[in-house]
């Protein structure tokens, strides 16, 4: 993606996005994402009057660029209504394997910024609520379905954190165990 195309909203949005999914939302300063995203100050400040908005605005976009993501990979890994969760192990592979992940953006913001910025948390949960809900339709209908899906869905964030820690294979593994259990 050309930076310099978008307009200058977006290009500071991209600009923290990748910024602070790479570097974190503590380590990254405003004078660098204006540096980065070639605007001025004052342009910068226009679109966003802080970088609490500024995070608010990143996290929503994640979400929906993660989300749209993960809705796709599980199609092309065969996802069909009550189908099982194999889709969502072979998702989490692609996922695991990309030269940019670093985590989950969401948890990575709730251990940085959770107690002081609430409205984090808020969108976190939201995201996480709707990573459930997709995996609950792979399920087949019932009882038992939400209950399978949550715990689906906290296997999937306890893998997260397992191959951000460097240990893709295990937390493949280990996610693949789980989600046969379930």
């Given at each position: 993606m050309d930076l310099a195309t978008l307009p200058a909203r977006e290009r500071i949005l991209v600009t923290a996005h990748d910024l602070f999914?790479?570097?974190g939302i503590r380590a990254t300063g405003v004078d660098r994402l204006i540096a980065e995203s070639g605007v001025a100050k004052l342009t910068f400040y226009r679109h966003f009057a802080s970088k609490d908005e500024l995070v608010r605005a990143f996290l929503d976009y994640r979400h929906e660029r993660w989300m749209a993501w993960f809705v796709d990979a599980l199609g092309r890994h065969g996802a069909r209504p009550g189908g099982g969760l194999a889709p969502v192990l072979a998702a989490m592979g692609e996922w695991f394997r990309d030269p940019a992940?670093?985590?989950?953006?969401?948890?990575?913001?709730?251990?940085?910024?959770?107690?002081?910025?609430?409205?984090?948390l808020?969108?976190?949960?939201?995201h996480k609520q709707d990573m459930t809900e997709v995996i609950a339709q792979l399920l087949p209908e019932g009882a038992q379905r939400?209950?399978?899906?949550?715990?689906?869905?906290v296997a999937v964030d306890g893998a997260i954190v397992a191959a951000q820690m460097g240990g893709v294979a295990p937390a493949l593994e280990a996610l693949a165990l789980l989600l046969r259990a379930g």
């Amino acid at each position: 993606m050309d930076l310099a195309t978008l307009p200058a909203r977006e290009r500071i949005l991209v600009t923290a996005h990748d910024l602070f999914y790479r570097d974190g939302i503590r380590a990254t300063g405003v004078d660098r994402l204006i540096a980065e995203s070639g605007v001025a100050k004052l342009t910068f400040y226009r679109h966003f009057a802080s970088k609490d908005e500024l995070v608010r605005a990143f996290l929503d976009y994640r979400h929906e660029r993660w989300m749209a993501w993960f809705v796709d990979a599980l199609g092309r890994h065969g996802a069909r209504p009550g189908g099982g969760l194999a889709p969502v192990l072979a998702a989490m592979g692609e996922w695991f394997r990309d030269p940019a992940f670093r985590g989950c953006a969401f948890i990575n913001a709730v251990a940085e910024v959770g107690g002081s910025l609430p409205q984090a948390l808020a969108i976190a949960r939201r995201h996480k609520q709707d990573m459930t809900e997709v995996i609950a339709q792979l399920l087949p209908e019932g009882a038992q379905r939400q209950a399978g899906a949550q715990a689906a869905a906290v296997a999937v964030d306890g893998a997260i954190v397992a191959a951000q820690m460097g240990g893709v294979a295990p937390a493949l593994e280990a996610l693949a165990l789980l989600l046969r259990a379930g």
